[in-house]
């Protein structure tokens, strides 16, 4: 069982920064790959970037490629990605994620392989 909190979203103007920051809880942790999704208001939820569970493989939607970093720190049971150059599209509740299957060596992007979440942070980019 993994418990999961987000934390480190806000009100932010285009081209700023933040970064978010996932609080893990459980001892599979470190065995699990995590994922970052994102809702918007009237959208579906959407895979946003993930990690396998040792952070070797990484994954990141077009959306975002080359503006986000997803890490990790076992040792902190934590998972972050760093945003950069928001944009008011980028506004969306942001969920972190717990693969169900342990050390799976790719990243997947199907919410349905997640059955652990957080409650999510709201991220805001105003123009």
């Known amino acids: 069982q993994v418990q999961l909190v987000e934390s480190g979203g806000g009100l932010v103007q285009a081209g700023d920064s933040l970064r978010l920051s996932c609080a893990a809880s459980g001892r599979t942790f470190g065995s699990v790959g995590v994922s970052w999704f994102r809702q918007a208001p009237g959208k579906e939820r959407e895979f946003v970037a993930g990690?396998?569970?040792?952070?070797?493989?990484?994954d990141y939607s077009a959306s975002v490629w080359g503006r986000c970093t997803i890490s990790r720190d076992n040792d902190k049971n934590a998972v972050y990605l760093q945003m950069n150059s928001l944009k008011p599209e980028d506004t969306a509740v942001y969920y972190c994620?717990?693969?169900?299957?342990?050390?799976?060596?790719?990243?997947?992007?199907?919410?349905?392989?997640?059955?652990?979440w957080g409650p999510g942070t709201q991220v805001t980019v105003s123009s």
């Open positions: 994620a717990a693969d169900r299957r342990a050390y799976r060596a790719v990243v997947v992007r199907t919410a349905n392989d997640y059955p652990y």
């Open positions: 990690l396998n569970w040792n952070g070797g493989t990484t």
